[in-house]
Nanobody, 112 residues
Framework: QVQLVESGGGLVQAGGSLRLSCAAS????????MKWYRQAPGNQREWVAT???????HYADSVKGRFTISRDNAKKTVYLQMSSLKPEDTAVYYC??????WGQGTQVTVSS
């Protein structure tokens, strides 16, 4: 139904910022729930942020106040703006259209 492609990952200094994008194709996600997850080596995939119908947002405690999830319905794209990045934010970041549609992931590395 929907295919997702993440982009925008890279290497950044601690304290820096980065914006991830997740482009959807196949079906519009307007008013649909979208989520961001991340997974570091040796760790389970953890939920990071959600944007609901009506654009109401929810965040994991570990990123609250630093990350912002948003959506551009015309572009069928969801974003994750990451600020005040910490080394512990280093992970592969995945977007998700619940429950079963996932992107390929984009690597974020934060150096000390």
């Amino acid at each position: 139904q929907v295919q997702l492609v993440e982009s925008g990952g890279g290497l950044v200094q601690a304290g820096g910022s980065l914006r991830l994008s997740c482009a959807a194709s196949g079906s519009t996600f307007r008013s649909n729930v979208m989520k961001w997850y991340r997974q570091a080596p040796g760790n389970q995939r953890e939920w990071v942020a959600t944007i609901n119908s009506g654009d109401y947002t929810h965040y994991a405690d570990s990123v609250k106040g630093r990350f912002t999830i948003s959506r551009d319905n015309a572009k069928k794209t969801v974003y994750l703006q990451m600020s005040s990045l910490k080394p512990e934010d280093t992970a592969v970041y995945y977007c998700n259209y619940p429950p079963f549609t996932w992107g390929q992931g984009t690597q974020v590395t934060v150096s000390s």
